[in-house]
């Protein structure tokens, strides 16, 4: 099987960078996805890493570490509506896509 | 584009009743996913149909069940509801290839269920 951990609530000031970390025990999988869920509403794709290394886009970034079963998701100049849940997942060689629990981050002034 | 819709957004059934919640994928998605979410446990994936039939499933009961038509649009059923089957029930739709554009998941707004 697969676990996928990540922090369950983070708190960070607006304007301020932070970073999302994620980490996941699998053989092989085809890729690491980070989606925003805000309250009451459906996941959001933000991002899709195959390769290690970093991706950005705009004020979010997300990395991959293949050999260190490590993902994170970087955001920079917090906005308030950046306060939502963020969901790491992978898919694994042939099976169904696997969501962390997702780590629940507030921006405060 | 169209985005994933799912019909209704909201429904209210009493214990031992019967329910199915619609989802219809972005237009030339082949993939449909049901995922159902609560807040202890977060998301947990059903099932998943390609070209009308499944691909994989997750750890739910059989009373959980689906289904995919032959243009990708798919139902969820549930049988016997319990109270513990209040939950958000979200579906995501996908080309269903292993690449980078075509894996991506896209969700449509879920339907809310309650079980009185």
């Known amino acids: 099987g697969q676990n996928i951990d990540q922090p369950t609530e983070m708190t960070a000031t607006e304007g301020a960078i932070v970073q999302i970390n994620c980490t996941y025990q699998t053989s092989g999988f085809n890729g690491l996805f980070w989606y925003q869920q805000h309250a009451g509403e459906a996941p959001t794709f933000l991002s899709y890493n195959v390769l290690d290394g970093l991706e950005e886009k705009g004020r979010f970034s997300s990395f991959l570490s293949r050999s260190k079963g490590y993902s994170y998701l970087l955001l920079k100049e917090l906005q308030m509506k950046d306060s939502a849940s963020y969901l790491c997942a992978v898919i694994p060689w042939g099976q169904k896509v696997t969501f962390g629990t997702g780590t629940k981050l507030q921006v405060i002034p | 584009k169209a985005g994933v819709t799912q019909t209704p957004r909201y429904l209210i059934k009493t214990r031992g009743q019967q329910v199915t919640l619609s989802c219809s994928p972005i237009?030339?998605?082949?993939?449909v996913s049901w995922y159902q979410q609560t807040p202890g446990q977060g998301l947990q994936f059903l099932f998943e149909?390609?070209?009308?039939?499944?691909?994989n499933k997750g750890n739910f009961p059989g009373r959980f069940s689906g289904r995919q038509f032959s243009n990708s649009r798919s139902e969820m059923n549930v049988s016997t509801l319990e109270l513990g089957d209040s939950a958000l029930y979200l579906c995501?739709?996908?080309?269903?290839?292993?690449?980078?554009?075509?894996?991506?998941?896209?969700f449509g707004p879920g339907t809310r269920l309650t079980v009185l």
């Open positions: 149909y390609f070209s009308e039939t499944q691909r």
């Open positions: 237009s030339g998605h082949r993939s």
């Open positions: 995501a739709s996908s080309f269903g290839q292993a690449s980078k554009e075509k894996d991506t998941q896209y």
